[in-house]
């Protein structure tokens, strides 16, 4: 624990010695960063207005340092690739929809059959026999097949008309309706876009030699009406692209293609660039397709550009140290990327074309703004969310015999009240020196019971006072609890691990090889503890678990679903152990007042957010910029909005360089 107390104190001294922000720092260099699932769904939700999201079906993204928005192991797969084309196509079809009205088309049945031959307006069926109907389908959903029909009766039944669309179950109905009088019968199908095969077929044909009496089915028209269901289609995305109504014309294409292209590409689309896209257009035309044809190809072809898939920033001088500011629309895209997981808005963008984000209060105004925004919930979906481990929630369930109380809306209140805890320190300005030790949760029904809490009502969180009770701050909530417990007992090894990686940044070292775990039923050795301590006997494993285990046992209070417990297999709980400067603590609160005291806690913090704006804090020269970040951090009142801030305005944020 000895780091720990130097690391504190080094960041301390930087407050006089760094000088806070800003300065003649060296910004790094950024790789090229490819959209991350989340970004990409965020971003043709806001480019589109769509409620596709289509990453859900992409390969999960690589992670780095914690994160998986870290550029430098963001790969790019030839399977993503194809993702991307399915997914573009499939978004441009989307956004371009019109809306769909009810319409009816009439077929005769005269042919193709070989059974019967014409009667009337119609076609008389002799014996069984089928006759097909190939009908264009505009829009997908339910559609009424209609056929006029009449049946020469004979035999016990009347005639019967089977109706069959593209392989669905077929619908058979008797006619009983007479040549006088001939009747219409329906039947109706939910049918996809494209082209359907209509079959119109008489299956009960009937002939008595004796009598000669003679079934037959006499069928006039098929009409084929639809869609019913219909859902209307907000034709304002479609404007939003197509700006413009004569698409047949070079300007309109031309205004099209360049306004599309700038907002996917977060910034403004150069002639050449243009061209190439217009050159699509004329592919489709020299094809036959018409205009929408071709700019529908040429909108696919923006979104699978590399300006689209990856958020691009180049460099004046790319073999050159030397430090350069970036452009206006490469800093509002990592701005917002940042914030928000997403492109910029409307309000950035204008911001980067006037040329004004790039001043410091302006970018300053522009990240306030930001954070007040719903979108902002990015931060604790992402961040707070890989951070925090809630995203694992779910990914291992505790032994269903053991504990047969977790289940999936217990599950749901824990990763709720995570997310509205971190909330809660964002949006209200709560400083960060309470995130361990507060004494406040927010909890539903179920989840009060779980905590044994005072009772509240319904499922919707509200905050409660965790004062007299046993449990304070982040650490004692049970998404926590339950990540980094075993599906049949906690561990002190997990949780302490834990706090050393995420609260400290001193991840310990992977255990060497031949090492056996802890195995999960329990033996007469004692308790958990009992037999980690044991374990500490071999000297291999005590320098990691001599760090590791004391901050696990501080939390041993606590059982693999969070519940409070003071017995562990029967062996009373010792949830003692001390940290830093041998400061002795006894439980969750005492451990947790010690860490909430400790600046490399914080530090931590600013190295955390540092690496999820797609750094890797591992830089000689990034030390000096967290340092000064943290500096600031703690004097100003451990204020998470105000860091954030600091961050967007810190030179390393606003600059780049390239690489000899």
Same mark, same amino acid.
């Given at each position: 624990?000895?780091?720990?107390?130097?690391?504190?104190?080094?960041?301390?001294?930087?407050?006089?010695?760094?000088?806070?922000?800003?300065?003649?720092?060296?910004?790094?260099?950024?790789?090229?960063?490819?959209?991350?699932?989340?970004?990409?769904?965020?971003?043709?939700?806001?480019?589109?207005?769509?409620?596709?999201?289509?990453?859900?079906?992409?390969?999960?993204?690589?992670?780095?340092?914690?994160?998986?928005?870290?550029?430098?192991?963001?790969?790019?797969?030839?399977?993503?690739?194809?993702?991307?084309?399915?997914?573009?196509?499939?978004?441009?079809?989307?956004?371009?929809?019109?809306?769909?009205?009810?319409?009816?088309?009439?077929?005769?049945?005269?042919?193709?059959?070989?059974?019967?031959?014409?009667?009337?307006?119609?076609?008389?069926?002799?014996?069984?026999?089928?006759?097909?109907?190939?009908?264009?389908?505009?829009?997908?959903?339910?559609?009424?097949?209609?056929?006029?029909?009449?049946?020469?009766?004979?035999?016990?039944?009347?005639?019967?008309?089977?109706?069959?669309?593209?392989?669905?179950?077929?619908?058979?109905?008797?006619?009983?309706?007479?040549?006088?009088?001939?009747?219409?019968?329906?039947?109706?199908?939910?049918?996809?876009?494209?082209?359907?095969?209509?079959?119109?077929?008489?299956?009960?044909?009937?002939?008595?030699?004796?009598?000669?009496?003679?079934?037959?089915?006499?069928?006039?028209?098929?009409?084929?009406?639809?869609?019913?269901?219909?859902?209307?289609?907000?034709? %304002?995305?479609? &404007?939003?692209?197509?700006?413009?109504? !004569?698409?047949?014309?070079?300007?309109?294409? *031309? @205004?099209?293609? $360049? +306004?599309?292209?700038?907002?996917?590409?977060?910034?403004?689309?150069?002639?050449?660039?243009?061209?190439?896209?217009?050159?699509?257009?004329?592919?489709?035309?020299?094809?036959?397709?018409?205009?929408?044809?071709?700019?529908?190809?040429?909108?696919?072809?923006?979104?699978?550009?590399?300006?689209?898939?990856?958020?691009?920033?180049?460099?004046?001088?790319?073999?050159?140290?030397?430090?350069?500011?970036?452009?206006?629309?490469?800093?509002?895209?990592?701005?917002?990327?940042?914030?928000?997981?997403?492109?910029?808005?409307?309000?950035?963008?204008?911001?980067?074309?006037?040329?004004?984000?790039?001043?410091?209060? %302006?970018?300053? &105004?522009?990240?306030?703004?930001?954070? !007040?925004?719903?979108?902002?919930?990015?931060? *604790? @979906?992402?961040? $707070? +969310?890989?951070?925090?481990?809630?995203?694992?929630?779910?990914?291992?369930?505790?032994?269903?015999?053991?504990?047969?109380?977790?289940?999936?809306?217990?599950?749901?209140?824990?990763?709720?009240?995570?997310?509205?805890?971190?909330?809660?320190?964002?949006?209200?300005?709560?400083?960060?020196?309470?995130?361990?030790?507060?004494?406040?949760?927010?909890?539903?029904?179920?989840?009060?019971?779980?905590?044994?809490?005072?009772?509240?009502?319904?499922?919707?969180?509200?905050?409660?006072?965790?004062?007299?009770?046993?449990?304070?701050?982040?650490?004692?909530?049970?998404?926590?609890?339950?990540?980094?417990?075993?599906?049949?007992?906690?561990?002190?090894?997990?949780?302490?691990?834990?706090?050393?990686?995420?609260?400290?940044?001193?991840?310990?070292?992977?255990?060497?090889?031949?090492?056996?775990?802890?195995?999960?039923?329990?033996?007469?050795?004692?308790?958990?503890?009992?037999?980690?301590?044991?374990?500490?006997?071999?000297?291999?494993?005590?320098?990691?678990?001599?760090?590791?285990?004391?901050?696990?046992?501080?939390?041993?209070?606590?059982?693999?679903?969070?519940?409070?417990?003071?017995?562990?297999?029967?062996?009373?709980?010792?949830?003692?152990?001390?940290?830093?400067?041998?400061?002795?603590?006894?439980?969750?609160?005492?451990?947790?007042?010690?860490?909430?005291?400790?600046?490399?806690?914080?530090?931590?913090?600013?190295?955390?957010?540092?690496?999820?704006?797609?750094?890797?804090?591992?830089?000689?020269?990034?030390?000096?910029?967290?340092?000064?970040?943290?500096?600031?951090?703690?004097?100003?009142?451990?204020?998470?909005?105000?860091?954030?801030?600091?961050?967007?305005?810190?030179?390393?944020?606003?600059?780049?360089?390239?690489?000899?």
């Amino acid at each position: 624990m000895a780091a720990i107390r130097v690391l504190g104190a080094s960041v301390i001294a930087c407050a006089a010695a760094c000088g806070g922000t800003g300065g003649d720092q060296d910004p790094g260099r950024v790789t090229l960063h490819r959209l991350n699932n989340a970004e990409y769904n965020n971003t043709v939700r806001d480019l589109l207005g769509t409620e596709l999201r289509p990453a859900l079906d992409f390969p999960a993204d690589d992670r780095g340092y914690g994160f998986d928005n870290v550029a430098d192991v963001l790969r790019l797969s030839p399977l993503l690739v194809e993702l991307y084309e399915g997914a573009a196509e499939d978004l441009i079809a989307d956004a371009l929809k019109t809306n769909v009205g009810i319409s009816t088309q009439t077929f005769e049945v005269m042919s193709p059959t070989t059974v019967g031959g014409p009667s009337g307006t119609g076609w008389l069926f002799f014996s069984n026999g089928t006759a097909t109907v190939n009908v264009p389908i505009a829009a997908a959903g339910r559609y009424q097949v209609s056929v006029r029909a009449y049946g020469q009766q004979a035999g016990p039944d009347p005639a019967q008309l089977a109706i069959e669309v593209s392989g669905q179950p077929a619908v058979v109905i008797d006619v009983t309706a007479v040549q006088a009088a001939p009747a219409i019968y329906e039947a109706t199908f939910t049918l996809p876009a494209g082209s359907a095969q209509v079959l119109v077929s008489f299956v009960n044909d009937y002939y008595d030699q004796a009598t000669s009496a003679d079934r037959n089915l006499w069928v006039d028209h098929v009409a084929v009406e639809g869609p019913l269901d219909a859902t209307p289609v907000d034709e %304002e995305r479609r &404007r939003r692209i197509l700006l413009c109504a !004569a698409l047949d014309q070079r300007s309109c294409q *031309t @205004d099209i293609l $360049a +306004g599309f292209a700038g907002r996917a590409w977060r910034r403004p689309a150069v002639d050449d660039e243009v061209a190439q896209l217009l050159a699509l257009v004329d592919l489709a035309a020299a094809q036959g397709d018409g205009p929408e044809a071709g700019l529908r190809l040429a909108l696919q072809a923006i979104l699978v550009s590399p300006h689209f898939i990856y958020r691009v920033e180049l460099d004046p001088a790319p073999d050159s140290k030397l430090p350069h500011p970036l452009t206006g629309w490469e800093l509002a895209t990592r701005l917002s990327y940042f914030l928000w997981s997403t492109m910029p808005d409307d309000e950035l963008f204008a911001a980067a074309a006037a040329g004004t984000i790039s001043d410091r209060a %302006e970018l300053e &105004r522009q990240a306030r703004r930001m954070l !007040a925004d719903p979108k902002a919930v990015a931060l *604790t @979906d992402n961040f $707070a +969310g890989q951070w925090l481990f809630t995203r694992a929630l779910g990914d291992q369930d505790p032994d269903y015999t053991l504990f047969p109380d977790y289940d999936d809306e217990l599950e749901a209140g824990m990763r709720a009240e995570t997310r509205r805890y971190f909330q809660a320190f964002l949006d209200e300005d709560i400083p960060m020196d309470q995130f361990l030790v507060a004494d406040f949760a927010y909890v539903n029904a179920r989840l009060a019971a779980h905590y044994d809490l005072p009772a509240v009502s319904g499922t919707e969180l509200v905050r409660v006072s965790l004062a007299g009770t046993s449990r304070r701050g982040f650490l004692t909530q049970g998404s926590f609890l339950r990540v980094t417990s075993r599906p049949k007992r906690t561990s002190p090894v997990l949780r302490g691990k834990w706090v050393l990686d995420n609260l400290l940044c001193l991840p310990p070292r992977p255990p060497p090889p031949g090492v056996e775990g802890l195995p999960d039923s329990m033996t007469a050795t004692g308790s958990i503890r009992d037999r980690l301590e044991a374990h500490q006997q071999n000297p291999i494993c005590a320098s990691c678990h001599s760090v590791m285990d004391p901050l696990g046992f501080g939390l041993d209070h606590f059982d693999a679903i969070g519940r409070h417990r003071t017995e562990d297999g029967g062996y009373p709980i010792d949830a003692t152990g001390t940290y830093g400067d041998d400061a002795a603590f006894d439980g969750a609160i005492e451990m947790t007042q010690l860490l909430a005291k400790d600046p490399a806690v914080y530090r931590c913090l600013v190295e955390k957010l540092y690496t999820y704006v797609g750094r890797s804090p591992f830089r000689i020269e990034a030390t000096e910029h967290i340092d000064a970040l943290t500096a600031d951090f703690i004097a100003n009142g451990y204020i998470l909005s105000d860091l954030l801030v600091d961050i967007v305005t810190d030179d390393f944020f606003v600059a780049r360089r390239g690489e000899p």
